[in-house]
């Protein structure tokens, strides 16, 4: 098991927004983490990665609890997000942006090598490397915060809410570039409203509702699912 | 005014702006990384001062050579001060930071008059006084070295923050906390080192002002003001922009003392302030933050 959540609680202050979900992935799956606004996705992932300190349960990521970290040490051991609205730093350059994923020590070394696997998945970054994060267009930035979390050399790569706010086409592209990461032996873990794409290309998927785990199984079945259908994909 | 005296004037307000540039740029680059004003700055300047001055008076060294002890010692000092009295407050609301430099610098302050008395102080080195001619222009020999020093420290600064991993680590929790955090950059070390920079930045400012400034225990607070005018001209947490504030603030003096205005030399800095503050209040040179 590479990344395995249990009973999970957290929350904002004194509003509790996790009520225990526990989900697993194995590596080199696909899994996605659905489920409507304010059902506790994003705070899942942000309690994941470190932001947010969980208040009960656990984290393990191969095999060694993670709870408690802070996001740069849960980085370093291996795990590099996508953060929902993409965060690149506007007045940086494209460039600087993708070396800046880099920053971690053992990253440094392979990083002439990681950037040019981003721009050779990513052309359009290339293009623009020297131009400021701030002035790309939301897809342009969505690609370089892709290629900014690959640059950490991530065994596990956490997506938040990457079709937000883009165009159907876009996004069906980025979709498929998520497949290309996982054939290059990164394991993904996605956050996304846009069910029906999300559960063509995942493995598996948990669907999120109220801050506890409603509904599980493989991708081909939930997209099958009657109440899925009528909930969450308006089908 | 002549054109040889305003030629003059200028290039010593440019020569005394380069220094509050450095002040200034210590200022700008805390809040743009900590969003914290330091209200001790000028009290880490006027520390830096002592430190130089009791170097020459005790040990003979000369205030320009003290910079090789006072740069180490102020990026501890600094340290020290984020890691024991920032650190523990840096997600409390803002005013506790306010109030918390507020102290520091009270703290600062009186110490150097508990170990120095209130008499003003200065030293006098073989070249306080000389004077090197440029063409008509006379300018005077400490405050070129300064300024030599002035633009070689922020020439290096400004290579680190463009061009190391430190500096673009710096930059990035600049603008976006969370998202460096995301990338494997401490930020709580990040804000330890800013602090560390800017109390350098303050410290060798003080030293290199020695040679042609009284030291007394409170000549910080004024500096406190000015870095704070260098910082708001230049916008604040735009470390580029303070440089063009220092050098305004100080031709802005220079110019106005020439004038016949020479007791009013730091309401001109503060006029400009509130005319900046006024009309563009995100600072002169556009963008507000680092």
Known sequence: ?235 | MTLVTGLQTLAGGILTGGVYAMVGIGLSLIFGVMRIVNFSHGEFMAVGMYTAYVLFRHFGIDPYLSLLLVIPAGGLLGAAVERLFLAPIARAPEHTAILMTVGTGLILSNSLLFLFGAHPQTIFTSYSTSTVRLGPVTLSVPLLISFAITVAVIGALGWVLARTDLGRAIRATAQNRDAAELQGVNTAFVRTAVFSIGTVLAMAAGVLLLPVLYVFPTVGSTFTLKAFVVTVLGGMGNVAGAIGGGILLGTAESMGAALGATGYRDAIGLVAFLLVLLFRPSGLFGRSRA
């Open chain 1, 1 to 235: 098991m590479m990344l395995e959540v249990r009973d999970l609680t957290c929350g904002y202050g004194d509003v509790q927004v996790l009520f225990g979900p526990s989900l697993q992935v194995e590596k080199g799956e696909i899994v996605a983490l659905l489920g409507s606004n304010g059902a506790g996705k994003t705070t899942l992932l942000r309690a994941l990665t470190g932001l947010l300190r969980p208040t009960g349960g656990t984290i393990e990521f191969e095999g060694r609890p993670l709870a408690g970290l802070p996001a740069h040490d849960v980085v370093d051991r291996g795990i590099a997000c996508v953060p929902e609205g993409r965060q690149v730093f506007p007045l940086m350059t494209v460039e600087e942006n993708l070396l800046l994923g880099s920053y971690l020590p053992r990253a440094r070394s392979g990083r002439a090598r990681s950037m040019d696997k981003v721009y050779s998945v990513f052309p359009r970054l290339a293009e623009r490397r020297r131009q400021a994060g701030g002035t790309l267009s939301g897809g342009e930035q969505q690609m370089l915060a892709i290629g900014r979390a690959l640059m950490s050399e991530p065994r596990l790569l956490a997506v938040d809410e990457m079709s937000l706010g883009l165009a159907p086409l876009l996004a069906q592209e980025l979709f498929q570039v998520l497949g290309e990461i996982r054939s290059l032996g990164v394991t993904v873990l996605l956050v996304e409203q846009n069910a029906q794409q999300t559960l063509r290309i995942a493995d598996r998927a948990y669907v999120l509702e109220s801050g506890r785990v409603a509904l599980q199984g493989t991708g081909a079945d939930l997209l099958l699912d009657d109440d899925v259908r009528k909930a969450y994909l308006a089908l």
